[in-house]
């Protein structure tokens, strides 16, 4: 699996961004896909992610401003609408793609999008 990631930048405080990742390749057994962020001097950390039945998860720090959406059309495109964005949400963002099956687990990772948030 491979994966595209865009859409980052600069915007002020309150602004709003939408991420962009697609992937191609082999979906067979990819049972999620998602947006990770690490800031510098700190540890990568989940954003939200997406499972393939829907099922939406979030940090606790972006709930109620961030939202993560798949193109159903092609289950190959998710996206990440930032609202309300904060200078604590500066930080290189990258797409996650999960495999996961019988008694394996593997992560496929983007390349990393900058998003600054400037206050």
């Known amino acids: 699996v491979q994966l595209q990631a865009s859409g980052g930048g600069l915007v002020q405080s309150g602004g709003s961004l939408r991420l962009s990742c697609v992937a191609s390749?082999?979906?067979?057994?990819?049972?999620?896909m998602g947006w990770y962020r690490q800031a510098p001097g700190k540890q990568r950390e989940l954003v939200a992610r997406i499972s393939s039945a829907g099922d939406q998860n979030y940090a606790t720090s972006v709930k109620d401003r961030f939202s993560i959406s798949r193109d159903d059309s092609a289950k190959n495109t998710v996206y990440l609408h930032m609202n309300s964005l904060k200078p604590e949400d500066t930080a290189v963002y990258y797409c996650?793609?999960?495999?996961?099956?019988?008694?394996?687990?593997?992560?496929?990772w983007g390349q990393g999008t900058q998003v600054t948030v400037s206050s």
């Open positions: 996650n793609a999960n495999r996961r099956g019988s008694g394996f687990e593997y992560d496929y």
């Open positions: 390749g082999s979906f067979r057994s990819i049972s999620s």
